[in-house]
Structures are given as C-alpha cells and as structure tokens.
C-alpha cells in the first residue's frame, strides 16, 4: 500500500462535528501530512497540516479555530478534528504526504488517497 485512505466522512449539519482518519503505509511517519479539499470544478484547496514531529500545524484560515489536525505515528494515522461545520466545508477531504516545495500548494504533495466526502447541510 503507497496511497492513503480516508475515512470519518458524511452528511453533519451546520454546527455539528465530524472526525476525519487517515490510514498510510509506516513510511508516512516519517513527512509532514495534510490535508486538502475539493469541490467541483475548483482546484485541491489547502485544509491543514502537521510535522512529522507533530511539533509543527498550519491551518488555512478558513478552518484556522475551527479544524484541528493531529497524528498519531505509532498507527501510521492522520486525524483531522472538525467542529462548527459549515455548508461551505463540504468537498472531498483528501491527505497525502509531503514532498517538497510548499506545503500550503497541492504540487507539492504526492500519493494522494481518494478521498472521503463530506457534506454539511445548512
């Protein structure tokens, strides 16, 4: 196994919580994760990330307060923690390892899983 699988999607409503997981091979321990999203016609759209170390997240502002990503390497596994959903958080949630370059850019990522689909209704 090279890609990740996500899981923890599905339909929450406005305000509710969902917990997104992220399986990967024991190799994914060692890069910084993130996580993405994308809807429809948009380009892959930067969520959250965290060091391999687990010293370090970045969020994009959209989610920054409300989002929490975390790891835990000894499962080779990536969580993203959503609270106080939006409609407009509803896309595909995507995570793969980074390779090089920015870690806020979607190229810069490789192994991508296929996704996990989340849906707020309003």
């Known amino acids: 196994q090279?890609?990740?699988?996500?899981s923890g999607g599905g339909l929450a409503q406005t305000g509710g919580s969902l917990r997104l997981s992220c399986a990967g091979p024991?190799?994914?321990?060692?890069?910084?994760?993130?996580?993405?999203?994308?809807?429809p016609g948009k380009e892959r759209e930067f969520v959250a990330a965290i060091s391999y170390t687990v010293m370090n997240t970045y969020y994009s502002d959209s989610v920054k307060g409300r989002f929490t990503v975390s790891r835990n390497n000894a499962a080779n596994t990536l969580y993203l923690e959503?609270?106080?959903l939006k409609p407009e958080d509803t896309a595909i949630y995507y995570c793969?390892?980074?390779?090089?370059?920015?870690?806020?850019?979607?190229?810069?990522?490789r192994f991508w899983g296929p996704g996990t689909q989340v849906t707020v209704s309003s």
Request: net charge negative; glycine share 6%; proline share 6%.
């Open 82 to 84: 959503m609270n106080s």
């Open 2 to 6: 090279v890609q990740p699988v996500e």
């Open 96 to 109: 793969a390892p980074h390779i090089r370059g920015s870690i806020y850019d979607a190229n810069s990522y």
């Open 26 to 39: 024991s190799t994914f321990s060692d890069y910084t994760m993130g996580w993405f999203r994308q809807t």
